[in-house]
């Protein structure tokens, strides 16, 4: 098969675009650097008819073992622009961002130029345009607009009422996000900086940040955390294969080391079906997978 372009390549490993080390090879993978280039290439998968999927950081995403068919989208370096279109007279900052930029550059970056509030989203991986597709850390309330491209090619401008963030959910089209408008509070550096800091450190007291994990295995159930029910139900270190409740952060799950996707799902059906037994809570996964799974 030929692609319009040479962005395309072959059963590249999705263990090597993930946060977790695991998942099998991408039956196609692309990493367009325009947004021309995407259009072209979603195109070419729509005419072959090839299902396509997108991986940004990989940090919340868990990839099958068997690997993943059609095309895998991975948005490249020509995606990481900022630019900064603020009013000079404005109490805000307006910024123009590419969806594979790293949330920690921006937070880095809104810290030196004085743009607020984006402290909770310190330590935070991942790219832009992951954040915004799980509304990681609220991150959707900064959000004006965001650029989509369609499975069919076509380009949207989708404004943040059609997006009704709530909590980890972003109503998202099917497509991959390019760009993002966002919108922060004006506050002195120093002030940015010192959050920043207090962020990190409560994270790095109370995240599992030591192993490969995709951060939290489950969303918080309404009024108490995930990871209190998995503690009580006397799950911290529960292990099937190489895949184990951290001990630190219990609604973490690590790769010890050879983790496969198969030993994270059943690890995760443990914890669903022991949660429910004890509490009468159905957990729901926070982690995205893709591709199918064995069996
Ligand atoms: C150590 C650790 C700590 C974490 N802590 C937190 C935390 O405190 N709070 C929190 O909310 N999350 C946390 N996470 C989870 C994860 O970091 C966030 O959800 C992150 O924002 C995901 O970004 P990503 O680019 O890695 O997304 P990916 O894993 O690549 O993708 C996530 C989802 O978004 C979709 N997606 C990705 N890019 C695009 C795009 N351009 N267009 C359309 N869809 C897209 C994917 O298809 C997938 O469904 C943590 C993860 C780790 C490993």
Redesign the pocket.
Known sequence: MTWPHACVRRHESLADH???RIGGPAEWFAEPATVEELVEVLREASVRGLPV?????????LAADRGIRGLVVH?GRGFRTVQDVSHPDSPTATLVCG??LL?QRLVYLAARHGWGDLETLA???????????????G?GRFIRQLS?VAPDGTVRQVPRERLRFSY?YTA?AP????EVVLQFPKVPPAEAYERIRQTLTY?NST???RL?????AFKNPPGTGAGRLIDQAGLKGARIGDAQVSSRHAN?IVNLGRATCDDVLSLMEHIQRRVRQVFHVTLEP?V?M?GERLG
């Open positions: 993930t946060s977790f999927s997108v991986v940004g950081g990989g940090t919340n995403t948005l969806a594979s949330t330590g935070l991986p991942g790219h832009l345009g992951g954040a915004v597709a799980m509304n990681a850390q991150i989509l980890r998202l497509g991959i996000i390019t994270r995240q599992e940040v490969p994990s995709a951060g939290c973490f926070e995205r893709i």
